[in-house]
């Protein structure tokens, strides 16, 4: 049985489901990978460039709007992997939700459970939603002691600190709905991709992490970046929060 490939578009960080339609096994993925499979290099305000090196996202949960007009039982069979809900409140649409928690590897675009078996119709797509929240060992995919115990986005990143390689250590604990939306909508035809991309060399653009890094000191060459900083280190997730919801568009492929 054939596969679908994950296409890596430029410094993009790629989410993919494939149509029902398709022979092959399909699924979704994350990444921030660029086209030659290396970590993009963000920069922040100051200038100071950031090689990514690991990221990790928790996730509650992955919601796909339906096409307009349709509802769960004109689905049929064309879906796995993931459940329909109609809506509640008139004029909102249906609902594809696969449900977490989930970890996704943005370097790796790997994510724990899988989601290589989750299968959507064809159709014209306008919003993804995705849950972003702080795991806990509780649930069963966070191991205790792990970046992403009580946080939801973990990222280490390699630079340059005078002369000397450092080592950002960035641990953001909140809870947020990223939502990208197409407002003509993306056409999905039998056996394409739904994609939708986040530019992850945004997400440190309106951040000073200098700043930041100049008010803490090292341990081992390495800086940690927590909510537990203040000073010239607070407001970091705020921004990288807004950075990320802006950053996103759909395609298809």
Known sequence: MTK?????????????????????????????????GKAPVPTDTAGTSFTLQQGLLHLRHIEIDLPQGQRCADLGDTLAGATCRDPSVAGEEAKIRIAGPIVV???????????????????????????VDDGQPSQGVVQAGSPLDDNALAVIAAFDRGGVQAVLDLRLNFDEDIRIEQPGGVSVAPGDDLIARFAATNWLSGVNLKACVDTLTA?????????????????????VKRAMKESGDLDSN
């Open 4 to 36: 679908n490939r994950i296409h890596l578009l430029g410094a993009m960080m790629i989410l993919t489901a494939a149509c029902a339609d398709d022979a092959g096994t399909a699924g979704l993925a994350m990444s921030a990978l660029s086209r030659d």
């Open 105 to 131: 590897d943005l370097v790796a675009g790997t994510s724990t459970p899988t989601l290589a078996n989750v299968v959507i119709p064809a159709g014209s797509y306008k919003r993804i939603d995705l849950r």
């Open 219 to 239: 341990s081992a060459g390495r800086y940690v970046v927590d909510d537990r900083n203040d000073g010239a280190c607070a407001g970091i997730e705020d921004t």
